[in-house]
């Protein structure tokens, strides 16, 4: 017993003392010796210089602060009926962007993003609103909002003119692209008096080109200048992707300032009638056999401004088709579709009197036409 006990304590102190060793040699170890490199200092984090941005930077930056509060955007919904329980709900439909027209809570956007939808949220600075469609124009692919319960303050975006527009000025768009709200992009003006076809197949003329990136949840969205002033409506890009390749289209701003305020007032645009029947099947075979361009009228109206202008329609004679007059210009722009001639129509009002050039049996002639009231 006390033999193991005496054999316990050495082993204990033996234990110990290659402990002691152990320890030293690891300090000796970790700890810098005779001729050691010493070890280097942390360094330390240089302070951040202040911010410097340029004049140009600075004014991008007040021009999107200042027309943001103006820009909205909008998710439509649909009408759908659960076949199983026969219960008519509201579904999700789209999503695009808009801005406030007027401080009466009047928001403009393209028509085909709110096409068939039944009721809207307009999400602006200031919240969101339920919101209804009041006015659309297909052939110019517009359309206004009017929100339900505005506030008593309203920012109404600037308005500009885009009949002085110049290729290479600058340009911002702002909008929605992707459902990301308030997105900035910038560019030039690219190109100016582009031709894009409407919803309806109507011809929309002095569209603007821009290289601004326009993406889907763009369109409805403002096309501003370097002033923050409204020139466009973003509309439509050029894309084999769908996405921005550079080339989007603006409605000018002259064409939504002469539309907007009858959508408003009157709920639709009242397009002056010429008072002749077109087939744009028939033009376009009639046409290409005599080898001019234009648009062939197969009827004029009784009583109407084409008929007390001597204009002539198509005929059938002894079994032979007698082609009528061909529309090729209105006064100087010249038209080559149906669409094309409906889209200038739309650039007037009843009882103004336009100057028509028609090819007749071989010779071109001047008529001048007092546009009407479609419902005259």
């Known amino acids: 017993m006390r033999r193991s006990r005496v054999f316990f304590l050495g082993s204990l102190l033996v234990g110990v003392g290659l402990g002691l060793l152990v320890s030293g040699g690891m300090q000796r170890a970790l700890s810098p010796g005779e001729g050691s490199a010493p070890v280097a200092p942390v360094p330390s984090v ?27 955007f909008i998710t439509t919904r649909v009408q759908q009926i659960d076949l ?83 290729v290479g ?36 003329f002095d569209v603007i080109q821009t290289d601004a990136a326009i993406n889907p949840g763009n369109s409805g969205g403002p096309l501003l200048d370097s002033s923050g002033r409204l020139i466009g409506v973003n509309t439509a890009i050029y894309s084999p992707s769908g996405a921005s390749a550079g080339i989007g289209f603006a409605v000018p701003v002259d064409t939504v300032r002469r539309i907007v305020p009858e959508l408003v007032e009157y709920g639709r645009v ?29 009827d004029v109206y009784p009583n109407s401004g084409a008929a007390q202008a001597g204009l002539e329609g198509t005929q059938v004679r002894r079994g032979r088709v007698v082609p009528g007059d061909v529309v090729q210009a209105i006064d100087g722009k010249e038209v080559t579709s149906m669409g094309d001639l409906l889209g200038r129509l739309g650039g007037y009002r009843p009882g103004d009197v336009v100057t028509l050039k028609v090819w007749r049996e071989g010779a071109a002639r001047d008529v001048k036409v007092r546009l009407q009231n479609p419902s005259e």
């Not at 085909?112 to 939808?117: P, S």
């Not at 459902?179 to 992009?185: A, E, Q, S």
């Open 46 to 72: 240089p302070a951040p210089l202040p911010r410097q941005l340029d004049p140009d930077e600075q004014r991008t930056i007040d021009l999107f602060r200042a027309a943001s509060r103006s820009v909205a």
């Open 270 to 298: 009242v397009r002056p009638a010429l008072g002749v029947g077109l087939d744009d099947r028939l033009s376009g075979y009639v046409t290409k056999r005599l080898g001019v361009e234009g648009v062939l009228i197969r």
């Open 84 to 166: 199983w329980t026969r219960r008519v709900f509201e579904a999700p439909a789209g999503t695009g962007s808009g801005f406030l027209w007027d401080d009466r809570g009047h928001v403009v956007t393209n028509y085909h993003v709110v096409r068939g939808a039944t009721s809207a949220r307009v999400s602006l600075a200031e919240g969101e609103f339920e919101a209804q469609v009041i006015g659309s124009a297909e052939d110019q692919d517009l359309a206004v909002l009017l929100l339900q319960d505005p506030p008593r303050r309203l920012a109404p975006i600037r308005i500009g003119t885009s009949a002085d527009l110049e």
């Open 169 to 204: 000025q600058k340009v911002y768009a702002i909008g929605n692209p992707f459902g990301l709200d308030h997105t900035l992009t910038t560019g030039i003006v690219s190109a100016l008096g582009r031709t894009i076809d409407s919803v309806s197949g109507t011809t929309i």
